[in-house]
């Protein structure tokens, strides 16, 4: 079947300027999870959406970050006022549910900030 | 002191020979213990997970964990070309869903 899909693959956008990006999970998975990977910072955590439950949102680094999930399947992640230190692949992964050991990643989005 | 600790390398190792990758994990917490392998360009794909003491074997790979030292190494036997790529070491702690990631050992296997 499809794996999690990811779009744009590639984004280049000036400093200030605000990018959305989108994430399609495999389908029938609930658990929805937000990672970005940097030369310097590595892969680390952002945001997890399971269900209906309120997000875990303790990995967003400021307040310029946000996301949603809609209807429990697409979830679109926003940069407003993007900074060069935003530049950075970021990955979405998805698992069928939160007892799910197995995390499975889309292919991300290239995020440069000139 | 990082979450997750794992030499960067690169580690080089001759075809055929067995390749040995560790990581170190702070948290006492954490209950299940990953590795991922990424190749360039590309995201992480899941090799193996473990969460009991012990060994866990799965065709050439061999994942080893020892809560008490805190230590989780991914062993391959008979390292092919194709196995050279960057192996990330993640952990998760008990009643968490974030993976924690460690900045990733790049290997390279020496035909």
């Known amino acids: 079947g499809a794996g999690v899909s990811q779009s744009p693959s590639n984004k280049v956008t000036e400093k200030g300027k605000d990018v959305e990006l989108r994430c399609d999970p495999i389908s029938g998975h609930t658990a929805l999870y937000w990672y970005r990977q940097s030369l310097g910072q590595g892969l680390e955590f952002l945001i997890y959406?399971?269900?209906?439950?309120?997000?875990?949102k303790s990995g967003l680094p400021s307040d310029r970050f946000s996301a949603e999930r809609t209807g429990g399947s697409v979830s679109t992640l926003t940069i407003q006022r993007t900074q060069q230190e935003d530049s950075a692949v970021y990955l979405c992964?998805?698992?069928?549910?939160?007892?799910?050991?197995?995390?499975?990643f889309g292919p991300g989005t290239r995020l440069t900030v000139t | 002191q990082k979450e997750v600790e794992q030499n960067s390398g690169p580690l080089s190792v001759p075809e055929g020979a067995i390749a040995s990758l560790n990581c170190t994990y702070s948290d006492r917490g954490s209950q299940s213990f990953f590795w991922y392998r990424q190749y360039s360009g590309k995201s992480p794909e899941l090799i193996m997970f473990i969460y009991s003491n012990g060994d866990k074997e799965d065709g050439r790979f061999t994942a080893q964990l020892n809560k008490a030292s805190q230590y989780v190494s991914l062993l391959i036997r008979d390292s092919q070309p194709s196995d050279s790529a960057t192996y990330l070491c993640a952990v998760k702690r008990q009643g968490a869903q974030k993976l924690v990631f460690g900045q990733g050992t790049r290997l390279t296997i020496n035909p």
């Open positions: 959406f399971q269900g209906n439950s309120a997000p875990d």
């Open positions: 992964a998805s698992s069928f549910d939160r007892f799910s050991y197995e995390q499975y």
